[in-house]
């Protein structure tokens, strides 16, 4: 029987089976299981062998549980956590300041002026098209056209007032240093994991039962 696991299983790697690890950046998750549907070894079916392996696995899902819990709670990692937050926070709204600064000046509002006749026009030449018995027209393409250009000529306004922005530019590598602490923390979770004595000795009846089940299926 083998389940898929989260973050901290990648520790159990060739004991229980094949892990997967998810999140992504800003990374603010627990450190919890998530287990998936379980598959069944090949060995002959309800023996005590079978039974063993699946209870000595489940000790080691349970003592990762316990152990990445602890984890959790402990006040340095709660603290690395609130601080990669905080940084993610402070650059959001950084970064949110400088792109309204964009769209309220007389460019910006003019953009979005054209962008919106445009939408308006491409509506309209869409319903065309559709009364016609067509999906779209060279109208709609052209007009489709110009609406992509006007938006893309507005994000690169914002794109550049954010990396002419040094305040933004300070505050993102903040949250990026932030956030790559806490990663190193939670590396650093999984190497510490396979050294606990709990682990270990949860890791050795898993084994054990697992030569036994090897065993009776031959």
Request: overall charge negative.
């Amino acid at each position: 029987m083998r389940r898929t696991m989260w973050i901290i299983c990648c520790a159990i790697v060739g004991l229980a089976g094949p892990t997967a690890l998810g999140g992504g950046i800003p990374r603010f998750c627990s450190i919890g299981m998530n287990f998936g549907p379980p598959e069944v070894d090949s060995a002959p079916s309800g023996s005590a062998s079978d039974a063993g392996v699946g209870t000595a696995r489940d000790q080691l899902h349970r003592v990762a549980i316990v152990l990445s819990r602890q984890f959790e709670v402990s006040p340095d990692y709660q603290a690395a956590r609130l601080a990669a937050m905080q940084a993610f926070s402070a650059y959001q709204t950084a970064r949110a300041a400088v792109i309204q600064q964009v769209q309220s000046s007389p460019q910006g509002l003019a953009a979005n002026v054209e962008i919106d006749r445009l939408e308006r026009q491409l509506n309209q030449a869409r319903e065309e098209a559709k009364m016609a018995g067509r999906d779209h027209s060279d109208k709609t393409d052209a007009i489709a056209m110009a609406l992509l250009n006007a938006r893309s000529a507005l994000s690169q306004q914002e794109a550049e007032a954010l990396a002419a922005d040094q305040g933004v530019s300070t505050l993102r590598y903040a949250w990026l240093d932030a956030n790559a602490a806490l990663e190193s923390m939670r590396d650093d979770l999984a190497s510490r994991l396979q050294t606990d004595p709990q682990w270990k000795n949860a890791k050795a009846q898993l084994e054990q039962a697992r030569g036994a089940l090897a065993s009776a299926a031959e």
